[in-house]
Structures are given as structure tokens and as C-alpha cells.
């Protein structure tokens, strides 16, 4: 493995740019990849500081909204609510208008 220029590893024939590796970045995280393993973070700094980055980021994201799938009882209650207010206008198909924001 051979430096060329600032960002650039050679191994071999293949040259590995930052760029290369930013633009596998969404695959390798969508993948859970295991990115300790991965040989230009080990041997770039600015790389391996984004990747640090981008992991606290998606770990802070989570602590922002805790994520709860309604029960099966909110969708039937908002189903009968519909239900009943569309009876209530003469059996008009469309679905309720919110009222504007702030009012």
C-alpha cells in the first residue's frame, strides 16, 4: 500500500480516494458494515473522523423522538371518528378538512 496524494491508497493496482469511500458510505451504513475493518479508515484521518461523525449523529437522532408504533385500538378510534363525522355531513365521501393552523 502506497500513498500517491492527500485522500489516495493504492493497494495494488486499485487506487482508494476519499471520495471512493464517501460515496460508498450510505451502503456501508445502510449494511451495519463492521467499518473498523475497513483499510482507508484505518489509514485516513479525515475519513475515519466523518465516519465518527456521522455515527454520533444517527446515534443522537435516536434519542430525539422515541419511535412507538400506535396500538391497533388508535387506528380503529380514528376509523369510527371518521366514520361518524361523515355520517354526521350527510354521508360526504371526502375526508375531513383540518381547520387552518393557529385558529
Known amino acids: 500500500m502506497t500513498r500517491t496524494r492527500p485522500g489516495e491508497l493504492t493497494l495494488g493496482k486499485t487506487i482508494m480516494t476519499c471520495a471512493d469511500f464517501q460515496d460508498r458510505l450510505p451502503e456501508l451504513f ?3 458494515a ?3 475493518a475497513d483499510e482507508h479508515l484505518r489509514t485516513c ?3 475515519a473522523a466523518l465516519v465518527r461523525d456521522l455515527e ?3 446515534q443522537q ?3 430525539l423522538l422515541p419511535i412507538h ?5 388508535v387506528w380503529d378510534r380514528i376509523s369510527t371518528a371518521m366514520r ?5 355531513q350527510g354521508g360526504s365521501s371526502k375526508p375531513p378538512v383540518p381547520p387552518p393552523a393557529g385558529r
Not at 69 to 73: K, N
Not at 84 to 88: A, H, R, T, V
Open 61 to 63: 437522532a435516536k434519542l
Open 69 to 73: 408504533e400506535p396500538s391497533p385500538t
Open 84 to 88: 361518524n363525522e361523515q355520517g354526521s
Open 34 to 36: 463492521d467499518l473498523s
Open 56 to 58: 454520533y449523529i444517527a
Open 45 to 47: 484521518e479525515n475519513c
Open 30 to 32: 445502510e449494511l451495519k
